[in-house]
């Protein structure tokens, strides 16, 4: 049984930095690619950014490109988000995702697997 934890989150001011982390148990990690979406009030969740089963391969959404920074450890079956200069507009709920195969999960239906969420709120 597929298993994500998130963690992380909270309040930051514009400008500032948050990093997020997800644990992964319950499959093979190293054997799936992995992602992280988002989803406001209102809308619909997105993928923010996703990398593939080696590390080797990431994607990212156009507008969180040269600002946030998706990584997996495959020896400790964790996947992290590093948000940097973030922006009121990055406020959402920040899901972990699990790939139904090595490949990225680059929409919600290439996800197999979803965490229970974590907010993110940028606000001064």
């Known amino acids: 049984q597929v298993q994500l934890v998130e963690s992380g989150g909270g309040l930051v001011q514009p400008g500032g930095s948050l990093r997020l982390s997800c644990a992964a148990s319950g499959f093979t990690f190293s054997s799936y690619g992995m992602g992280w979406f988002r989803q406001a009030p209102g809308k619909e969740r997105d993928v923010v950014a996703a990398i593939s089963w080696s590390g080797i391969s990431t994607y990212y959404a156009d507008s969180v490109k040269g600002r946030f920074t998706i990584s997996r450890d495959n020896a400790k079956n964790t996947v992290t988000l590093q948000m940097n200069s973030l922006k009121p507009e990055d406020t959402a709920v920040y899901y972990c995702?699990?790939?139904?195969?090595?490949?990225?999960?680059?929409?919600?239906?290439?996800?197999?697997?979803w965490g229970q969420g974590t907010q993110v709120t940028v606000s001064s």
């Open positions: 995702a699990a790939a139904k195969s090595a490949l990225m999960p680059t929409t919600v239906n290439l996800s197999g697997g």
